[in-house]
T-cell receptor, first 112, second 115 residues
Framework: AQSVTQLGSHVSVSEGALVLLRCNYS??????LFWYVQYPNQGLQLLLK??????LVKGINGFEAEFKKSETSFHLTKPSAHMSDAAEYFC??????????FGQGTELSVKP | DADVTQTPRNRITKTGKRIMLECSQT?????MYWYRQDPGLGLRLIYY???????NKGEISDGYSVSRQAQAKFSLSLESAIPNQTALYFC??????????????FGEGSRLTVL
């Protein structure tokens, strides 16, 4: 069975600081991995996805994530946080043709 | 207009009442899903449908039922609502595509409160 664990339900950074949101997955087959973002009072939207091509994936709004098979990780980073990045972030895993399984979510706060 | 539309956006009801949440999509996708979001638990899959004749239970289907009326419409029903079904409900769609990579497109959510 597939699963995903996000380390830290709340992360707080200062504006301009590095953002690092952690995600580890469990999958018996090569996974597809995703990061979604949810802004207040909105649905989720895709930030980026890994589908077995390049291990470093670039997404929207300056975010990127690196697939590390040896560590079963897919951490999300952004070099410099902006106030508009404050949101809840979800890591998710699926297998080819399968359904998406989400992590518990990490709420990112950005301090001025 | 949104590609995935959920109605109602907010609903307050009483224990024991029947509730239907509706979802319609204009993306032309075959696959539709209902998720429930609770703080600290992320999103959990209730039901999913890969085409009009295909309905599948997700992780937490007890107390819920669904109907896929057409490719574009997928409704979720709570036959007899209970307070622990208070949550934010999301409908989502996906296109199987060449790789079936599972990318989902979400509606804006339906907030349900059961008193």
């Amino acid at each position: 069975a597939q699963s995903v664990t996000q380390l830290g339900s709340h992360v707080s950074v200062s504006e301009g600081a590095l953002v690092l949101l952690r995600c580890n997955y469990s999958s018996s087959v090569p996974p597809y991995l995703f990061w979604y973002v949810q802004y207040p009072n909105q649905g989720l939207q895709l930030l980026l996805k890994y589908t077995s091509a390049a291990t470093l994936v670039k997404g929207i709004n300056g975010f990127e994530a690196e697939f590390k098979k040896s560590e079963t990780s897919f951490h999300l980073t952004k070099p410099s946080a902006h106030m508009s990045d404050a949101a809840e972030y979800f890591c998710a895993v699926s297998k080819r043709g399968g359904k998406l399984i989400f992590g518990q979510g990490t709420e990112l706060s950005v301090k001025p | 207009d949104a590609d995935v539309t959920q109605t109602p956006r907010n609903r307050i009801t009483k224990t024991g009442k029947r509730i239907m949440l509706e979802c319609s999509q204009t993306k032309g996708h075959d696959r539709m899903y209902w998720y429930r979001q609770d703080p600290g638990l992320g999103l959990r899959l209730i039901y999913y449908s890969f085409d009009v004749k295909d309905i599948n239970k997700g992780e937490i289907s007890d107390g819920y039922s669904v109907s896929r009326q057409a490719q574009a419409k997928f409704s979720l029903s709570l036959e007899s609502a209970i307070p622990n079904q208070t949550a934010l409900y999301f409908c989502a769609t996906s296109d199987q595509g060449l790789a079936g990579n599972g990318e989902l497109f979400f509606g804006e959510g339906s907030r349900l409160t059961v008193l």
